[in-house]
């Protein structure tokens, strides 16, 4: 009953939006219930006992009442008891926030004061607003260019001191898309409380497109796109411009051209084949060349496979 | 127990005490009474205890909405620290064991003094010195650290930092000869028969204290100095940018903070135990247990500083360790609150101003013991870490502990300080708005913190608006209570009932065989202890054979001046 009215009190708990959330929520939970029921026990006896033997006469002399060691007893063994459970069971919370996942995507954080800087794994940084999938571990490898800070994400219950001159780390699964508050938690000097910052949490694919698309201006040329896309996907490391022979075709003069595929079919390279191409690269494979195209480039964007093909068109 | 004592005094026809054996400003300043020294220290605490109060207001004033209220981001930085500091450093540290300390604990064994009375003396100088300091520091250019001053900010601020640091270098050391003098005085200054389980469980908590005065202080000694020395000589000790190590100051602060926490915590409850003692005319429930796990505590509090830094950077086998003493001291100290409770079983509860600080304590306590449970666990400890939770946890800990029981203990002994009654009435109307103001201001900050607020802001998000205007009429209604005191208590001073010698029928030395006010040697002639502080029912020169009724014994403070208490 009790739990249930805390549970539902959203002026308790802030919204839980991580996968270790929900179990330091019930930790949590079950630490105020039992604090509330010993509390209000403490606390109830000393009222009885004021009101049941508040002094009648001035010249009363109360016995002396003997101790009983079983009782002594008892309220040793019992707290230290609950004291080991809570222990226990914030230990295992403790762990699980500890050890980050092996296959979690790591993204670089520094924090200065008084604005957190965020590097991506393709190179991509941004400032105070942190994008991350959701349903995917993720983990924050955090330096410090100045002082302490601590990276403090009330929704995931998660926070950790970020120091100068050493890597600190923090992981989180964020579960619902939406945006989280970032505090700066160690005090860092005259804009402490202003060294706020967001966590964005994109749905898996979402995050991909804005991957692709961050830090690129909305208006840049197509073809300008396509080599940047070029770069950053590393189309470069299967197909080159040179005409020389990579894992996978060369993109030097590809448009327009013939391909022989493996069933024997034909056909001529244009916009729709190189879409397809792209998309979808295990549909149709050019004669001579394995199948290993990752299937992953289905998530740019329209704009990036239009700058893509317009980057390989202009390949002559 | 010697009975003829207090008679004795009585007779004394111009009546001679120590507050008027000697007058003027001069004697005052090189007195070597303890009783004296205690109210010297009393003066010093209350005005550092004003000023920290109003840079409390302030503070709650600059929160009532979020951005700019009254100053700047960079002002509100300097008044919290400026609070803080001065509440730890120049109040809570000082303020038991100093003044309440100084005034009882030699009465309460039955010697004369201190053993060092010059010592003593100097004691109290040495803490003006160290506040001058201090304050040369901040009125030249402020303080923007927080009273914890970590690295490296600490080091790169052009705040006053190296005066700070240096003021609490020099008040280390009045905090270390005022334990060394009680140390040294409990174990060669017990009257005859003062066995070591007769002594008072305040002299018990005092001497607890004093333990970790001495052991504790030095360290933040040395660590203040290597800050000074940093900043001054560059010497590369804790600044990453000289080649040193942050996170080693933090080790080194906490290792002295965490037991200074057993600082301001044992001498309450020392006083604690008295209060419920007296006013339930009982003995405490456990006495040895309660004694002996203040000395406990007092050690094991040394082993547990690391709970500070669950998400600072040490290692989670650390973490891990810290974690389970802390668990370990908390049993101790909870098991205290259940014997104080116990002990009011079958009593015969007089409801006075001193106990109702007692029970309010023994409210607030408890609900800063569990939500200390809360931030020693591992798990919980993460989220709340810095937050308003810890802000709140650390209030009902401290201001319990030092403020709820100094009040108390203020409150039971003014009457034989100054021979003066309160006015009852206002007394404990204070009580109740001290203790209804100063859950207002902090109850919502443990739910600030559960949502998520961090500590130290100047500014915050919207929705945190309505729980931080809560808090601030709270600190209004805390601060009423607290001026209602100051004005009782010096209208007491100036025109209060003379108090009887035993005004609250009370089982200890200070109060069974000294006069109204205390002689200047304490003693007409050094008692000789027959029995325990709290065996009332033995306590002949308090009730007299056979219990019979001796309402002078327990006048209670209102109408004609009392009789002296009966001594037979």
Request: hydrophobic letters at 50%; aromatic letters at 14%.
């Amino acid at each position: 009953m009790y739990a249930m009215i805390l549970l539902q009190s959203t002026a308790w708990l802030p919204e839980a939006a991580s996968s270790v959330a929900p179990e330091v929520d019930s930790l949590f939970l079950f630490w105020a219930l039992v604090s509330t029921l010993l509390f209000i026990g403490v606390v109830g006896a000393m009222t009885f006992f004021v009101v049941r033997y508040r002094r009648r006469r001035l010249d009363e002399m109360p016995e002396p009442v003997k101790e009983k060691k079983a009782i002594e007893l008892a309220w040793i063994v019992v707290p230290t008891i609950l004291v080991l459970i809570v222990f226990t069971w914030g230990f295992r919370v403790f762990i699980k926030m500890y050890t980050a996942p092996p296959d979690a995507y790591e993204i670089l954080v520094h924090g200065y004061q008084w604005y957190w800087e965020f590097e991506y794994p393709n190179g991509v940084k941004t400032t105070n607003e942190l994008h991350v999938p959701a349903g995917q571990p993720v983990k924050l490898r955090m330096t410090s260019v100045d002082v302490i800070h601590s990276f403090y994400v009330p929704a995931f219950r998660v926070k950790q001191d970020v120091l100068p001159d050493r890597y600190s780390s923090l992981w989180f699964e964020a579960t619902k898309p939406g945006e989280y508050t970032v505090f700066c938690a160690e005090y860092c000097g005259t804009q402490h409380s202003g060294m706020l910052a967001k966590v964005i949490v994109h749905p898996r694919e979402e995050f991909e497109q804005w991957l692709e698309n961050a830090g690129v201006p909305e208006d840049m040329p197509l073809a300008e796109l396509g080599a940047k896309l070029y770069r950053d996907k590393a189309c470069f490391s299967c197909h080159s411009l040179d005409g020389s022979r990579l894992v996978g075709p060369t993109f030097k003069g590809l448009f327009g051209s013939t391909r022989t595929f493996e069933d024997g079919s034909t056909a001529v390279a244009d916009e729709n084949y190189l879409r397809e191409a792209i998309l979808q690269p295990g549909a149709r494979v050019v004669q001579g060349y394995p199948n290993v195209m990752p299937a992953s480039y289905a998530s740019l964007s329209e704009r990036e496979v239009a700058a893509l093909i317009e980057f390989i068109k202009q390949q002559q | 127990m010697a009975t003829q004592t207090v008679a004795a005094t009585k007779m004394a026809q111009p009546e001679i005490n120590y507050l008027n054996h000697e007058r003027g400003l001069k004697s005052w300043l090189l007195t070597l009474d303890h009783k004296r020294i205690g109210l010297l220290y009393l003066v010093s605490v209350v005005f550092f205890f004003i000023v920290g109060g109003i840079l409390a207001l302030l503070i709650r004033w600059e929160l009532l909405q979020p951005g700019q209220t009254i100053m700047s981001a960079e002002t509100y930085n300097h008044i919290f620290t400026l609070h803080g500091a001065i509440m730890i450093f120049l109040f809570l540290i000082p303020a038991v064991p100093a003044v309440l300390g100084n005034f009882a604990l030699p009465i309460m064994i039955g010697a004369k003094d201190v053993a060092f009375p010059r010592l003593n003396l100097a004691s109290w100088y040495i803490f003006w010195l160290g506040a001058l300091t201090m304050l040369v520091g901040i009125v030249t250019s402020g303080l923007d650290t927080g009273w914890t001053f970590y690295t490296p900010y600490s080091t790169m601020t052009s705040s006053g930092v190296t005066w700070v640091v240096l003021g609490a270098f020099i008040l280390g050391f009045s905090s270390i000869l005022t334990g060394l003098n009680f140390i040294v005085t409990v174990h060669k200054m017990r009257a005859p028969g003062m066995t070591w389980s007769r002594l008072p469980l305040f002299v018990w908590g005092l001497y607890a204290t004093s333990i970790v005065q001495i052991l504790a202080t030095p360290v933040l000694g040395i660590t203040l100095l290597l800050l000074a020395l940093e900043r001054i000589l560059k010497i590369g000790i804790f600044d990453p940018a000289l080649g040193g190590d942050p996170v080693l100051f933090q080790h080194f602060f906490w290792f002295y903070s965490h037991p200074a926490v057993y600082i301001m915590i044992l001498p309450a409850f020392g006083i604690i135990s008295e209060l419920v003692g007296t006013f339930s005319r009982k003995g405490i429930f456990g006495y040895k247990f309660v004694a002996l796990s203040s000395v406990a505590i007092a050690f094991l509090g040394f082993l547990v500083w690391g709970h500070h830094m669950y998400v600072a950077g040490q290692s989670a086998t650390a973490s891990t360790i810290f974690s389970l003493l802390t668990f370990l001291i908390g049993v101790p100290t909870g098991v205290k609150v259940l014997n104080w409770i116990a002990s009011l079983y079958r009593g015969s509860i007089w409801l006075r101003t001193p106990l109702l600080y007692a029970l309010a304590f023994l409210f607030v306590f408890p609900i800063g013991g569990f939500t200390g449970i809360a931030l020693g666990t591992l798990g919980l400890d993460v989220p709340l870490h810095d937050t308003y939770f810890v802000v709140a946890h650390f209030h009902y800990v401290m201001v319990s502990g030092g403020l709820l029981a100094f009040l108390g203990g203020l409150h039971y002994w003014w009457p034989k300080m100054f021979g003066r009654l309160y006015n009852e009435k206002l007394a404990q109307l204070a009580a109740l708005l001290i203790f209804v103001g100063f859950n207002v201001t902090f109850f919502p900050q443990f739910i600030l913190g559960t949502q998520g607020m961090p500590r130290r802001y100047f500014d915050y998000v919207p929705e945190f608006t309505l729980l931080h205007q809560l808090s601030t009429v709270g600190s209004w209604i805390l601060g009423a209570g607290l001026l209602l005191v100051a004005a009782y208590l010096l209208h007491s001073l100036v025109k209060g009932q003379p108090a009887p010698a035993n005004p609250w029928g009370a089982g200890t030395l200070e109060w069974t065989h000294t006069g109204r006010i205390p002689s200047p040697h304490n003693f007409e002639r050094i008692p000789v202890v027959t029995r325990g502080p709290y065996d009332y029912h033995l306590a002949e020169e308090i009730f007299g054979n056979g219990h019979q009724g001796q309402e002078a014994a327990v006048t209670p403070a209102q109408g004609q001046a009392p009789q002296p208490e009966s001594t037979r």
